[in-house]
Nanobody, 125 residues
Framework: VQLQASGGGLVQAGGPLRLSCVAS????????VAWFRQAPGKGREFVAM????????DYADSVKGRFTISRDNAKNTAYLQMNSLKVEDTAIYYC???????????????????WGRGTQVTVSS
């Protein structure tokens, strides 16, 4: 499975941004999908995760209430709607898929097998 993330850019603090992640292959609709981010000089951290049906979502505490993960399985696409952005949200954002169908992965990077190239999000004050 190949992933392509897009939608990043420069936005002022408090503003919104919507990221997209398009997946190739037929297994997307059977897999959880997640977003991670990596700020300069820091490790890659979990942001949000969504079940294959879209019915169960998990968020990092730092983004809860501001970010919303969603998906359109007909389009093999996942989204991350980011509202009320903060300077500390500045990072490269990656979408990821686990290797195991039908199982909820953990939130570690090692729980995910397929990664997109990432899209830069920069929030200015």
């Amino acid at each position: 499975v190949q992933l392509q993330a897009s939608g990043g850019g420069l936005v002022q603090a408090g503003g919104p941004l919507r990221l997209s992640c398009v997946a190739s292959g037929r297994t997307f609709s059977s897999l959880y999908v997640a977003w991670f981010r990596q700020a300069p000089g820091k490790g890659r951290e979990f942001v949000a995760m969504l079940s294959w049906t879209g019915g169960t979502a998990d968020y990092a505490d730092s983004v809860k209430g501001r970010f919303t993960i969603s998906r359109d399985n007909a389009k093999n696409t996942a989204y991350l709607q980011m509202n009320s952005l903060k300077v500390e949200d500045t990072a490269i954002y990656y979408c990821a898929l686990p290797s195991t169908i039908g199982t909820k992965p953990g939130t570690r990077t090692s729980d995910f097998a397929s990664w997109g190239r990432g899209t830069q999000v920069t929030v200015s004050s």
